[in-house]
């Protein structure tokens, strides 16, 4: 990422979640009394995050990461015991541990407000690849071939191309440009076991942040990029799209 690409998109995410926590002050704390009400527990949730790729090395034959690891916060939109018996695993359409209010969030994506906060003190940023758990990153990465290359001089962001463009877990809504590559993209050989697969909707995820990568390669191209994604992130809110 160039110098002038990085002075600028580091001055629209302080500039934006400034903006961001005034206007949304007033409706934190009726979301923070809905969560409670809804289900008795913490309001908030934090779990940690990978970051920014930092390198990758192989080790007795095996791709090891390491990532600039944080702790991200989020409105709690799943029960507390969500993940007592699975451990780590993503979330999904329909996810039967999310509770009332916390499907509104999610549809509404108005549990990401916090993230304002970690975009201010620099962890994260407005726009960028979604934050992915360093754990389930590295597992992707050996389905994925380069999956974690979407990391790469980039910081993880509140919403980006892939999440404006793409379904809840980046699975091809119905009509876009890209559905007529599906069947290219998507389990090309056929296989009736790998039909759904978790693989195959990051990886038209992949194609998304590598694209919003490209862009920041040049100041021009970056914000043209930028302002698309910030102007139409409201509007995938409104519609409940994208999650």
């Given amino acids: 990422?160039?110098?002038?690409?990085?002075?600028?998109?580091?001055?629209?995410?302080?500039?934006?979640?400034?903006?961001?926590?005034?206007?949304?002050?007033?409706?934190?704390?009726?979301?923070a009394a809905a969560i409670y009400l809804d289900d008795r527990g913490p309001v908030f949730y934090k779990q940690r995050r990978a970051g920014t790729l930092r390198s990758v090395s192989v080790q007795e034959g095996t791709k090891q990461l390491l990532f600039n690891e944080f702790y991200m916060h989020k409105f709690r939109t799943m029960r507390t015991d969500a993940e007592k018996h699975?451990?780590?695993?993503?979330?999904?359409?329909?996810?039967?541990?999310?509770?009332?209010?916390?499907?509104?969030?999610?549809?509404?994506?108005?549990?990401?407000?916090?993230?304002?906060?970690?975009?201010?003190?620099?962890?994260?940023?407005?726009?960028?690849?979604?934050?992915?758990?360093?754990?389930?990153?590295?597992?992707?990465?050996?389905?994925?071939?380069?999956?974690?290359?979407?990391?790469?001089?980039?910081?993880?962001?509140?919403?980006?191309?892939?999440?404006?463009?793409?379904?809840y877990q980046g699975d091809i809504p119905a009509g876009s440009e890209i559905e007529t590559f599906a069947s290219v993209l998507q389990n090309p050989f056929g296989l009736e076991e790998a039909k759904g697969s978790i693989a195959d909707d990051m990886r038209i995820k992949l194609l998304y942040d590598l694209a919003y990568a490209a862009a920041t390669e040049k100041l021009s191209s970056y914000l043209a990029m930028e302002l698309k994604i910030l102007f139409k992130?409201?509007?995938?809110?409104?519609?409940?799209a994208g999650r």
């Fill in 86 to 167: 699975t451990g780590a695993v993503l979330a999904s359409a329909g996810d039967p541990r999310v509770t009332r209010v916390g499907r509104f969030l999610r549809k509404t994506r108005l549990d990401e407000l916090p993230q304002l906060f970690e975009v201010l003190r620099g962890t994260m940023s407005l726009v960028g690849p979604r934050p992915e758990r360093p754990e389930l990153l590295q597992d992707l990465s050996f389905a994925i071939p380069f999956f974690e290359e979407r990391m790469r001089d980039m910081k993880p962001g509140i919403t980006g191309l892939a999440q404006i463009s793409l379904g």
């Fill in 233 to 240: 992130t409201p509007l995938v809110m409104l519609r409940g």
């Fill in 1 to 31: 990422m160039r110098l002038s690409v990085r002075i600028a998109k580091r001055a629209i995410d302080i500039c934006g979640s400034l903006v961001g926590l005034a206007a949304t002050a007033p409706v934190m704390p009726v979301i």
